[in-house]
């Protein structure tokens, strides 16, 4: 494999800031400074060092991405752009989004090539928590809080599972909904069973991961390894 895909799928940085480190001698392969990015390296056997730091080589990928409106939740898509094609600098072909955020809906996305951790937290019986950040069209009255918060009739077999409403700024109709589901348009359909209606919806966290609010719609960063442990231990 070549040196910059070994580094960047290590988590070391994206392609194009591997690159530079390379270019500037940051890296080392066996022992020797290399700076060809196209450099063949061993993934069992060479032994990779960053700024003097041994690199490990891992099997699976995560990245977090802040995504924007306007990008379907897809690895293909015939008309619209994919949030796989926000992470094309990566030169990855095996990366797929955790589960699917509406075109129009912003927020924490998890892309990945593990396709067992996907599974597990996008199972329906894990009930992995999903906080979402909502903009309402009106205000909310305590009862209809709690009848949403205990479960509303959105055209399903069932009703909704319970679910956790906090206002963030009532004023501006802004709140936090807590899901343990993940159905089509759920957020976007609770609301609506209760008279109201979702003018912004952005997803702030899923399990342990939270959105960093460092990265803004579009960007994306490789998880840390204790937000790996954090969502593995979810779905153990
Ligand atoms: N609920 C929705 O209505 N839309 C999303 O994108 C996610 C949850």
Known sequence: MRL???LTQAGVGTRSEVKEYIR???VCVDGIVEKHADRKVDE????VTFQGTRVRFQK?????LNKPAGFVSATQDSHDKTVVWLLRAEGRTDLFPVGRLDKDTEGLLLLTNDGDMAHRLLSPRRHVPKQYFVRLAEDLSEETVRRLEAGVDIGEKKPTLPSVFEWKNRQAHE?????TEGKFHQVKRMFAAVGNK???LRRVRMGNLVLDEGLPPGEYRPLYEDE???LLDVTE
């Open 198 to 200: 979702v003018l912004f």
């Open 44 to 47: 069992a056997a060479s032994e």
């Open 24 to 26: 500037k001698g940051c």
């Open 4 to 6: 910059d895909k070994y």
């Open 60 to 64: 699976f990928v995560y990245y977090m």
């Open 175 to 179: 709140a936090y909904l807590t899901i």
């Open 228 to 230: 790996i442990k954090g």
